[in-house]
């Protein structure tokens, strides 16, 4: 068998911090600082209801492509920035533009932010639309007591918007979670390789204590933001436009091309942690559901979804925890599957909590109630990210279903 185990700087995941960029900037130099002022208090402008106003007013840097720094590695973690910017101001812009009431009509964003946003998404693999690499992966700072490990006590974000910071640091300090899990990963490729099967266990019970951490973490959601808060205030800011949205014939960048562009928002499934524990211990999902997921590896950066790719490849570990007889070793897997699975359902609560019980409309037993007003986004029975949330069989319900048959299949 071929050593096919990943090298994690081949693929710009950090030792240190994961999926995250490592050490990002929080400031962009002076020809930029047009972008920075409006995105660093995007917050207020939004409660202000004066977005549209600032972006009507922001100069067209026309050299934008041509003063960054010289530095390769300085020059990305701007570009980095410089997405996370132009990300919240677009999408606030195209919020406060109407897109939080469902349109006929095809919105057209002005060509000063709509260059700039979409050049450098697409130089640097991104899609123009909040994702996982707009909210968290480019967008915190550790700001205090630095060489402490990285947690919510001294992280701070970039960019937010009204009552999400608190969303975005969970949501950051679980890809740092991730971090010894995904190193937990590759001993174990590299265990199956050695037919070693004590450090194979030691690596599973590794990546079973990365994602009971993930899980810890995304309970102390319901510290810092309630359901309305979300479902009222965040929500409507990771909306995507296009078929299903609230802007159904898409968004026009001018100064880019006259075709209407579609996205789908942001979701936990772009994040990719959960699909790394996926692809390590050999979950596979039903059609429609894998479809889905394969669809938001999209809207993750380049380098990260060619490194889930890459884990899927062999060795195996669950091939080979299916051909030992070490009882050990498979209650260990069945032990990791578990785990997932329990964050799985941990995650279903998350969105009845945030999305289903704040839209009014259904109950995690299926049962149909009154439905609210559409609120930041056209299908109430849909997540940001567009997968179906509601009724026998939906999205989560079916993940869920595909992970524990294979927590039984061993």
Known sequence: MSDNIPKLKDYMVSEKVGFLLEDPLDTLPGYYRPWQDIAKNIGSFIEARTVVEKVDGMPYL??????WSEDEVTK???????YVFLTFIGSAYIWQQGGSDKT????????QLAVPWHTISKDLGFKPVPCMASVALNNYQVVKEKDKPISIENLEVICTVPCARWFFLVTIQVEVDAVSGIQAILRGKRAVLDGDDDKLKEAIHGITDSIVKIKKTSQKMSKGLTGDEFYNKVRPFLA?????T??????????VSETPLEAIG???AQSSTIQCFDAALGITHNEKPQAYLDKVREYMPPEHRNFIKALWKEPSIRDYVKRSENEELKQRYKNAVETLLDFRKLHYGLVRSYILKPAGIISRSGAEVTASPSVGEAKEEEGTGGQRIVGKGNFLEDIEGTTEAAMNDV
């Open 76 to 82: 990305r973690k701007e570009r980095c920035l410089a």
């Open 240 to 244: 995507g436009y296009g078929p299903g």
């Open 266 to 268: 942001g979701s936990a």
């Open 62 to 67: 026309r050299e934008f492509d041509s003063n």
């Open 104 to 111: 006929s009509e095809v919105m057209p964003i002005p060509e």
């Open 246 to 255: 609230n802007i159904p014939k898409g968004i026009v960048f001018k100064g």
